[in-house]
Each structure stands twice: as C-alpha cells, then as structure tokens.
C-alpha cells in the first residue's frame, strides 16, 4: 500500500444559500520519496485539500491513509499525536513563538511528546545547520528576516522525521531569491528524509521543480505533466 493514500476525498459545505462542493472526489498515491505540488487558483480548494491530508479537517467522504492508517476514527488527542509523530507543517506564516530561540522552535514539536534527548537536540541543531542558520540558533524570531524565519519553521517541521510533508504556500510571503532558497530547502530535505512532500503553491517558478503536478479544477485533481 503506498505511504499516503487519498481516495475519492469529498469536502462539502452546508451555506444559506445551499450545499457548496469543494472537493469532488480527488485521489492521490504517493510512497517515501515522492512529491507532488498541488496548485491553481485562489478558491479552487487546495488548503482544503492538504488540511484534509493533514487531519486538520476531516473530509464529507473518501478515505485517507498514511502509512497505513486511517485516522478518521481518531478522538482529538489521538490525532494531535498522529499529526506530531507523522505529519511535519509549514504554512506561508511561519508561526513561530516569539518568546523562544530559534533552536527552542525546532524543538517544540519534539517537546509536546516529552521524549527530548541529546540526540533530539543534535538532530535539531544539525537541521538549522542544514538550512543555513548556524549562527542564528539562539536568535529570537524578531532578530530573525521573514526567509529565517521560514527555514526555522521548515526546520520544525522535520525534527520529528515525519514521514510526510505538507506545505501550504510556504513560500508565498517571500521575496523571490528566498523563495527559491524555500522551495529548494524543502525538496531536498524532503528527499535525503524519503519523506513525502505535498506542497500547495500559486508559484509555476515552485510548481516546476516538483515530480508530480496536479491543477486543482472543479473539484477534482488534473494531472499536469512536469517539463
Ligand atoms: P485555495 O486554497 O485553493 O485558495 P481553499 O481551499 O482555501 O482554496 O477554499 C476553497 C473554497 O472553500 C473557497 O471558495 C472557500 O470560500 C470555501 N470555504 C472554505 N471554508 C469554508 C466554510 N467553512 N464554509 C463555506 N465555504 C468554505
């Protein structure tokens, strides 16, 4: 079975005005090492699609699987924890806490399940070295760019080795040199962590480097061909 799994995902919204269908049945199969870049235009439904893969949403039908299971009979604490252990985050804000280092930020996911150890803490600190913060470790947010902060939020999101990636316009709030320094960052360490990457962007400059492209088009996913 492939490490993450949508089938037929269905996302409904009861309005006064009546029942709006944002996602019409999208299915997709990715295993350890692959990528896919989700985009189209604004309102087309692709946060609502990666909220779904990331259980931050739960869909009107279809079924979801990561690395086998299907989290849709999960209470809430269950699926916090699913999340913090297999799911890594990275949105266009970086939401980083500002009373924290850099290096505290990382570790903040590795925290909420109380098993920090030195490694944990070497892993943390080898990944800001990775994404070129080496002596900004223990800066706050504040003295920290917007492109710094955003590779302390990638940073983040992969201190736990989740098996899967998801990013919502993570580079969207960028200039177009760190945009292009995000967007690398995230697929190479995507790919040297065999982990999934779903990345949903308004970007054709992003989009291209991806393997796999879906257009998001009344519902339902169109595969665009990568160049
Ligand atoms: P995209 O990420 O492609 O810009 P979204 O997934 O954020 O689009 O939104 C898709 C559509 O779903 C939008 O038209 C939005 O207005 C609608 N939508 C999102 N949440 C709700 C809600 N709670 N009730 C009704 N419609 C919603």
Redesign the pocket.
Known sequence: MADFLAKNIVKE?Q?PTGC?R?LDGVSAELSRGQNMAVV?P???????FLHIAGTLDSPTGGDLSVQGIDPAGFSNQELARFRNDHIGFVFQEHYLLPQLSALENVMVPVVATGRVSPEIRDRAQSLLEKVGLTDRMHHRPAALSGGERQRVAVARALVMQPILLLADEPTGSLDQKNAELIGGLLLELQKTGDAILIC?THSQRLARNFDNQVV?ENGKFVVRASP
């Open positions: 919204y309005t709006l944002i189209g604004s309102g087309s439904g692709k946060s609502t949903v998001v």
